[in-house]
């Protein structure tokens, strides 16, 4: 069975641009989480989405947005890329709401020159 | 969510028990503790989460005090492959399902 996917796997963008990062979650999965995980930290974060529905989010500015559609794949999206967005994005993929027994996939490294 | 406490850094040598502590003295009576550890550049793998009987999977025990107030991760056969930073995190069910992520404790297997 596939796991968690996410794509691309590395990515190089520059200060202001916009980047998009998408997550398959785990066949049967309802739920996708994004984090974001700067060098030498444990992950934070951002955003949860349930059958389409923001669920929680982080303390993460305006600029970070996400949606969630109806084959319950997700994309991250952050506008105005500041060189602080560098960082591991990993999406986790959970059975459903207020499960925590959270798949996570291998991530993108963001990159921001 | 209840704050954890870990110890930033332990070893132990191959093929022994690995004993990892973790501190939770504020949880709460709806809070579960969760393991989790990242390999190198790698996601977060989920290792075990209890309650507060003690749990046994194919990777891993996990021993909860009678308090709640700590418990140890314990991997009984430590090989070089679980050299990894390991998170112990505590939260409750039923509400927005985020993890908390503090720093972990990496665990270096030495040969």
């Known amino acids: 069975d596939a796991g968690v996917t996410q794509s691309p796997t590395h990515l190089i963008k520059t200060r202001g641009q916009h980047v998009t990062l998408r997550c398959s979650p785990i066949s049967g999965h309802k739920s996708v989480s994004w984090y974001q995980q700067v060098l030498g930290q444990g992950p934070q974060f951002i955003f949860q989405?349930?059958?389409?529905?923001?669920?929680g989010r982080g303390n993460f500015p305006d600029r970070f947005s996400a949606r969630q559609f109806p084959n319950y794949s997700s994309e991250l999206n952050v506008n105005a890329l500041l060189l602080g967005d560098s960082a591991l994005y990993l999406c986790a993929s959970s059975l459903g709401w207020g499960w925590t027994e959270a798949f996570f996939g291998q991530g993108t490294r963001l990159t921001v020159v | 969510d209840a704050k954890t406490t870990q110890p930033p850094s332990m070893d132990c040598a191959e093929g022994r028990a690995a004993n990892l502590p973790c501190n939770h003295s504020t949880i709460s009576g709806n809070e579960y503790v969760y393991w989790y550890r990242q390999i190198h550049s790698q996601g977060p793998q989920y290792i075990i989460h209890g309650l507060k009987n003690n749990e046994t999977n194919e990777m891993a025990s996990l021993i909860i005090t009678e308090d709640r107030k700590s418990s140890t991760l314990i991997l009984p056969h430590a090989t070089l492959r679980d050299t990894a930073v390991y998170y112990c995190?505590?939260?409750?069910?039923?509400?927005?399902?985020?993890?908390?992520f503090g720093k972990g404790i990496t665990l270096s297997v030495r040969p």
């Open positions: 995190i505590v939260r409750a069910t039923g509400a927005n399902s985020k993890l908390t």
């Open positions: 989405y349930y059958e389409k529905e923001e669920r």
